[in-house]
Structures are given as structure tokens and as C-alpha cells.
């Protein structure tokens, strides 16, 4: 194809001869998009493009997406079963069914010698929803341990606590459609262009039509922030601090919705009581927002007819991140701001599949929002799945950021990781790689074999990875889309669902729970146990999710007998008054004291690490560090640092500098730009080895996520920039 100047030097762009286009759901991020992957007349994948009539993207995809195909051939993908006594011995390749057994009696022998618990499962939020809800079923009815986690611990574990505690339930209320009816629009540490490029797509056409107002809380100017009406450079970590004074203002000038607080609430007296301690004026010394900005975006806010909060990691990854949940839920509450067109409280979700995880994987309890604690439900799926109701727990286990720190105390001896790599994601990286030494057995279950974690690992399972498997996937706005199996995964790879359902054989010992084959009846069994609950979606089928480019749940059995069509299914939770989850209806104001228990800049360390993605790359690099196109346009770990900070340090653009916490330090090479205040760097976390060597990780007492983007650094130069260059460059090596 030639465009541009067609004479001389025209620009060419390959024909790709593709013969045919085939359906799935970008496997990134949470915003979903519908992709096609073309392939060519030998049957390789070859394009990728956006689906031009899904709701989502309408045809757009990002930088991501539009590569996604070179996943397939990537390097690193691991294509062989591998086994070794130690984790410091070499590996040997092996067979399926050999490294299956080993991985079943080591599990058992761990159980038997230590306690059922002693054996923890990590899982992810890049499976498919078919491939969680059957790691659940085996995991929960079968190998029965507790200590069973995701690790959207990582990312998403405060908007679920938030929502739990707020509405009696987890689940986004919002859509995207809401940027399209909305009045004002607060986004809390969430930079959309960069983390959700096509979210922010769909934002800002919305906003080019309302002309809508744009708020922006980030400590860093963002490219968000960049495009805001108002940009809050707040504290980091005192998010609370500015909802609780917003609210002050709200309540103070008459500002609420007391209709809707009277119908749908309960707890505004408590709620009142605590935020009167958060007066502007001393709100502003602890947040660092002024008084009359304070007061100006409370009264924007409160008198927009609908208004809109969304909010990503800046908020969830706090030591206040489920009361940054609750405060952003309050502010909704208080003005009657959920469940109507543009009126939202909406968490932006991380991985692709963060949603499917937290509604089917039973990490946290039992599928569709079912609940260890609750007797009710443990029954319905113990008999549903013919299991004994007692081998169920009767509470949750520990969360993942509890696990290492219980196998660094010997309570935990063997571990299964699937398709996460903590090594390189969770905080204080070199005490996680020190427990992970301590582990008698350790199982990797992954699309690549040359994950940091891998190396500690005694089993290696080749996984496929996205379009290599089918099944469904649900993102943001409570979107359920599919993915069809677009190509083979490598060598004797196999996909995850098949890896699940051999392992439930060997454990499954006298047949009594089934484990179906295929995706599409995994979902149907799935469908009837979701009927009449808030994630109703027995009016669902594989088919009719392609056919409708996802649709957003609640769709039930009686919307597709009657003939809703399925767009009239679940744009939105809680739509009419008394809906909320607790057992009256209504939900709670919560009041939420703001305690400063963060690590803080201090002499020794004086600046603020902040933490955060990229647009062209995907968490640890496991996948978009091998594809060229993303990859070129970030090889090395750099740090955003403030010119002014920069001079008086005597650093020059481009050079490598040492980030010293009081955890270890990295070697990264320095960007000067004025989006960091004189006291902050930004760091990219996708490098190896590298952001989380400094990060401390507080954990938040609810959601027990960590605070990855509150810690103290100093910046130290380096003399020997050649030997620097050589240290750097092996944090981008894999
Ligand atoms: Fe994929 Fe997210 Fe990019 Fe859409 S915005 S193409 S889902 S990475």
C-alpha cells in the first residue's frame, strides 16, 4: 500500500496478504477492546486491527494491541515441561504426565507434613474467566488449601474492599457510555492516555462534545493532568484528607443530595461528625491542595447535575487505598451520584481480566461474589460441585502479600505460581527473593520461561498464552468478551484450563466433581450457579458474546427469553433506589480518620519515590520487552527528575544515577522534566530488578494491597558512568 508522496520515495507499508480475520479481546488492560488478528494463507498471525463495530474501541486500538500478534513467536516462550531437585540445579526437560504427578504428590506430601495451608496458589489477572473459576473449583473442592490469592492483590484489592464496604458488594457501577452523560469528571491517580489509552479516547471525545470540566488529583502532572481544568498536585497518600474536605465543604454549605442520602444511605450523622475535623483550611496544611481550590472543586463537584470519579493505582495502591475507595464512594453517595447516566463512582481496572478474577477465580471466596463467611453460600457450592460443605474454609486465607511474608516464617513450604511473576511485581523485592529460596517445592505455570521467579522455581509449566487459549475475559465496565484460539501454543506448551483439568484428575481421585473440557461449557456451568445474583449472567453464551462484541453483565436468562437485546442488559449497578447489597438495601457512609502512616521524605532520604506505568509497556516486560515496536521506545530504566533538582545535584540529562531507599537501590538513567516536583522522581516499575528494590509496600489494613507509590529515596551520582551504563543495562535484561 503507498500513501503520502506517490512519486518519489513514497512511503510503503507491507502487504500483509492477510487471508483471514479472527475475533478476540485485547489480553492488556482492562478497557477490553475487540480485536481481529489477521492470518495469512499458511495460517500465521500476521496484523492485528480494532474492531470497528464493538462499543468499546469502535476500531481504535493502542500500541499494544495493534502488536499483539507478535505475542505468538515471542521470545522466551517456554515449550517444554522442566523439572530439578533444587532450584539451583540445572533443569532437565520433561514430560507432562511425570511433571504432573511430581507436582501432585509434592503437594500432598506438603499437606500431609505441615497442614493443608502450608501449600499456597498464586494466580493472576491474565487467565480467562473459564480458566479461573476451574483453578477455583480445584483449588477450593479439591487440594483445599486457604492460602489461595491473585495477584490483583497488587492492583485492584482496594476498589474491591472499597465497593464491599461501601455497597454490600464488589462491582463497578459505572460504564464508559457514563463520560457521554456526565457534568464533571474527577479522575483520582488514574493517568488514562498512558494506562487506558482508549478509555481516555472515549473520554475526551466526550469531552470535546460537553466541554465538561476535568479534574485531575496526581502528585505528578501527567499526561492527564496536562489536558486538566484543574490539576490537584496533591501529598501523596492524603487522598482522604482532600475527600474528607470536600465533604466538609458539601455539608457545610448545604451542597448534598438529601433526598437520595434519606433513601439510599445509612451513617450520614458519623459521616458528618468526622469530616467536621477537615476545615479547608487545615485540610490544606496535611494535602497540600489550597483552601479555595479545596472549596471550588467541592462546589463544582456537588452542583454538577451528574459527576463522575473515576480512579486508578494512584488511589488503590495506598496504605489508604480502600479508604480512598470508601472516600471517593462517600462523595458519590452524598450527592446522589450513583447508578444514573454520568453520575458514577468507577475503579479503572488493571489487567485484562482483573474482573474475571475478583467475580469467578474464588480467590477471595466462592464464585460470583459468593462468600466464605457465609454459610449460605458455601452450602450452594459444595453441593453444586458434590463436594463435603466442611472441606470448605470458613474465612478467607491470607492474601499474597501475606504469603511470602508467612513463607519467610516457615508456615509456608510449597507454592504454585500461575502466570505471575513476583519477583519482579511485588515491593521489597529482595526480601520476596529471599523467602522464595526458602520454598521446598515450588511450581512455575507460565507463558515464558524466563520470568525472574522462575529461577526458584523446581517445576516448570509451558502455558499458551492469550488467543493461543478460548474463553472469556470481563473488564472495566463489567464487559464479558471472547477470545477465540487464534493460534497453537509453542512446542508441547498447553493451554491453562488443560493443565488445570489434569492436575483435577490426580487429585480427583474417586470422580465425584466434574471438570468439564471446553470453555464455552465451563461457561454455561457458570451461567446457572450466577442466576438471580448480582453478576447474573445466564443469559450469556459464547456465541452471543461475539456476536455482540461482550456484553455487560447483569444480561439474565429472562432479558434473552423476553428479547432484550443484550445492551439493555447492565450499563449500570444500583439504578434504582434500595438496591444496594446489605441485607436493607442501603448503602454506608462510612467516616474514615485519616492516620499518616506512610514512609515520608526525611533527611536522609528527602525525596518521594513515586511509582507507574508506561503506554508501551505491559507490567514486568514478560511480553511487550520482546516485541521491538513496543520495546523501542523505552529499552532502559530511566527516572523522571526535576530539573531544578537535577542542577543543584549536578546531574545531566541522560546520565545514570543511584536510587538509594532504605531497602536496597537501582541504576537508572535520569530525565529531567518538570511533570516531578523539585521533591519527587517518577519511576517506571516495568524494569527488572530495578523499581521494586526501593519500594517498602505498607500494606493497606483492608484490602492488604501495597503502598508501591509512597516511599523515601536519596539520589546518589556515579562517578563511573561506563560501569553504570553495564549495571543498567542488565536491569532490562530478562
Ligand atoms: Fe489493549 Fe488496553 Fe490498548 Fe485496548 S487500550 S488495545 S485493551 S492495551
Same mark, same amino acid.
Given at each position: 500500500m503507498l500513501f503520502g508522496r506517490?512519486?518519489?520515495n513514497p512511503i510503503k507499508i507491507a502487504d *500483509?496478504?492477510?487471508?483471514e480475520w479472527k475475533y478476540a479481546t485485547c489480553? @492488556? !488492560?482492562? #478497557?477490553g477492546c475487540s480485536i481481529e488478528v489477521g492470518l495469512n494463507n499458511a495460517g500465521k498471525a500476521v496484523s492485528s486491527r480494532g474492531v470497528a463495530?464493538?462499543?468499546? &474501541?469502535r476500531g481504535k486500538l493502542c500500541l499494544k494491541g495493534i502488536f499483539?500478534? %507478535?505475542?505468538?513467536?515471542?521470545?522466551?516462550?517456554?515449550k517444554v515441561p522442566k523439572y530439578r531437585k533444587h532450584w539451583h540445579d540445572e533443569w532437565k526437560t520433561s514430560d507432562w504426565d511425570s511433571t504432573l504427578d511430581t507436582t501432585h504428590d509434592e503437594i500432598r506430601r506438603i499437606q500431609q507434613t505441615y497442614g493443608r495451608d502450608a501449600f499456597a496458589i498464586i494466580s493472576t489477572g491474565q487467565l480467562l474467566t473459564e480458566e479461573f473459576y476451574t483453578l477455583g473449583k480445584l483449588t477450593?473442592?479439591?487440594?483445599? /488449601?486457604?492460602n489461595y490469592d491473585g495477584n490483583? /492483590?497488587?492492583?485492584m484489592a482496594s476498589a474491591v474492599s472499597g465497593y464491599k464496604r461501601s455497597f454490600g458488594s464488589d462491582g463497578p457501577?459505572?460504564? @464508559? %457510555?457514563d463520560f457521554e452523560h456526565t457534568d464533571c469528571l474527577i479522575a483520582w491517580g488514574? &493517568?488514562?492516555? +498512558?494506562?487506558?489509552p482508549i478509555i481516555y479516547w472515549r473520554m475526551k471525545e466526550a469531552q470535546e462534545k460537553r466541554g465538561f470540566p476535568l479534574i485531575v488529583v496526581d502528585p505528578r502532572v501527567t499526561m492527564l493532568a496536562q489536558f486538566a481544568d484543574i490539576h490537584l498536585p496533591i501529598t501523596p497518600g492524603t487522598d482522604v484528607v482532600l475527600q474528607n474536605s470536600m465533604m466538609y465543604v458539601i455539608l457545610d454549605e448545604g451542597l448534598q443530595d438529601t433526598r437520595y442520602i434519606e433513601a439510599n444511605t445509612n451513617g450520614l450523622e458519623e459521616l458528618r461528625a468526622e469530616v467536621s475535623h477537615y476545615d479547608p483550611t487545615t485540610a490544606a496544611k496535611i494535602c497540600g491542595i489550597d483552601e479555595d481550590t479545596i472549596r471550588s472543586v467541592a462546589r463544582l463537584y456537588a452542583n454538577a447535575e451528574a459527576a463522575m470519579q473515576i480512579w486508578t493505582?494512584?488511589? &488503590?495502591?495506598?496504605?489508604?487505598g480502600s479508604d480512598g475507595v470508601v472516600g471517593i464512594n462517600n462523595l458519590s453517595l452524598l450527592c446522589g451520584n450513583?447508578? *444514573?447516566?454520568?453520575g458514577t463512582s468507577l475503579s479503572i481496572t488493571g489487567q485484562c481480566n482483573a474482573m474475571g478474577t475478583r467475580e469467578w477465580?474464588? !480467590?477471595?471466596?466462592?464464585?460470583? @461474589?459468593?462468600?466464605?463467611?457465609n454459610a449460605q453460600d458455601r452450602k450452594d457450592i459444595s453441593e453444586f460441585w458434590n463436594i463435603?460443605?466442611?472441606?470448605?474454609?470458613q474465612k478467607r486465607g491470607m492474601f499474597q502479600t501475606d504469603i511470602y511474608h508467612a513463607i519467610e516464617a516457615g508456615l509456608i513450604k510449597g507454592l504454585w505460581l500461575i502466570a505471575t511473576n513476583p519477583l519482579s511485581s511485588l515491593p521489597n523485592s529482595e526480601r520476596v527473593r529471599r523467602a522464595m529460596q526458602k520454598l521446598e517445592f515450588c511450581v512455575v505455570q507460565d507463558c @515464558? +520461561? $524466563?520470568?525472574?521467579?522462575?529461577?526458584?522455581?523446581?517445576v516448570f509449566l509451558p502455558a499458551g498464552t492469550w488467543a493461543e487459549k478460548e474463553g472469556v475475559m470481563t473488564n472495566t465496565e463489567r464487559r464479558i468478551n471472547l477470545i477465540n484460539p487464534i493460534a497453537t501454543p509453542p512446542g508441547d506448551a498447553k493451554a491453562d484450563l488443560w493443565v488445570f483439568n489434569q492436575m483435577a484428575k490426580r487429585f480427583n481421585t474417586d470422580g465425584k466433581v466434574s471438570f468439564p473440557d471446553k470453555a464455552a461449557d465451563i461457561f454455561l456451568e457458570m451461567a446457572s450457579i450466577s *442466576?438471580?445474583?448480582?453478576?447474573?449472567?445466564?443469559?450469556?453464551?459464547h456465541a452471543l458474546l461475539e456476536q455482540h462484541r461482550g456484553i455487560q453483565w447483569p444480561y439474565t436468562e429472562q432479558q434473552l427469553n423476553d428479547k432484550q437485546?443484550?445492551?439493555?442488559?447492565? =450499563?449500570?449497578?444500583? #439504578? %434504582?433506589?434500595? /438496591?444496594?447489597?446489605y441485607a436493607d438495601g442501603r448503602a454506608k457512609l462510612i467516616p474514615l480518620p485519616f492516620i499518616d502512616n506512610n514512609e515520608v521524605p526525611d533527611e536522609k532520604f528527602p525525596i518521594w519515590l513515586n511509582t507507574g506505568r508506561l503506554? +508501551?509497556?505491559?507490567?514486568?516486560?514478560? =511480553?511487550t520487552g520482546k516485541i521491538g515496536n513496543n520495546n523501542k521506545y523505552s529499552p532502559i530504566p530511566f527516572v523522571e527528575i526535576n530539573p531544578d533538582l537535577a542542577a543543584e545535584l549536578g546531574i545531566q540529562r541522560g546520565e545514570y544515577i543511584r536510587l538509594v531507599s532504605r531497602r536496597s537501590d537501582a541504576v537508572v538513567m535520569a530525565t529531567p522534566t518538570?511533570?516531578?516536583? *523539585?521533591n519527587m522522581v517518577f519511576l517506571p516499575f516495568?524494569?527488572? $530488578? !530495578?523499581?521494586n528494590r526501593l519500594?517498602?509496600?505498607?500494606? $493497606?489494613?483492608?484490602?492488604?494491597?501495597?503502598?508501591? =507509590?509512597q516511599s523515601a529515596i536519596r539520589i546518589e551520582s556515579l562517578a563511573d558512568q561506563k560501569a553504570a551504563a553495564r549495571l543498567s543495562m542488565e536491569m532490562r535484561s530478562f
Open positions: 506517490t512519486s518519489k *500483509k496478504a492477510v487471508v489480553g @492488556y !488492560c482492562s #478497557t463495530d464493538a462499543d468499546v &474501541n499483539e500478534h %507478535e505475542l505468538f513467536d515471542s521470545a522466551g516462550r517456554g477450593r473442592g479439591l487440594i483445599g /488449601t486457604n490483583t /492483590t497488587l492492583c457501577p459505572g460504564c @464508559y %457510555e488514574s &493517568n488514562l492516555p +498512558e494506562q487506558h493505582m494512584g488511589i &488503590n495502591q495506598s496504605t489508604h450513583i447508578g *444514573k447516566p454520568g477465580s474464588s !480467590c477471595s471466596g466462592l464464585p460470583n @461474589y459468593r462468600q466464605l463467611e463435603d460443605e466442611d472441606f470448605l474454609p @515464558y +520461561e $524466563d520470568t525472574e521467579s522462575a529461577q526458584y522455581a523446581n *442466576k438471580g445474583r448480582l453478576a447474573d449472567i445466564s443469559g450469556m453464551s437485546p443484550p445492551p439493555q442488559g447492565g =450499563k449500570r449497578l444500583y #439504578t %434504582e433506589d434500595g /438496591t444496594f447489597r503506554i +508501551e509497556h505491559w507490567h514486568g516486560r514478560t =511480553k518538570h511533570r516531578v516536583p *523539585k516495568h524494569f527488572h $530488578d !530495578c523499581a519500594t517498602l509496600g505498607l500494606l $493497606d489494613p483492608h484490602s492488604r494491597q501495597p503502598a508501591f =507509590k
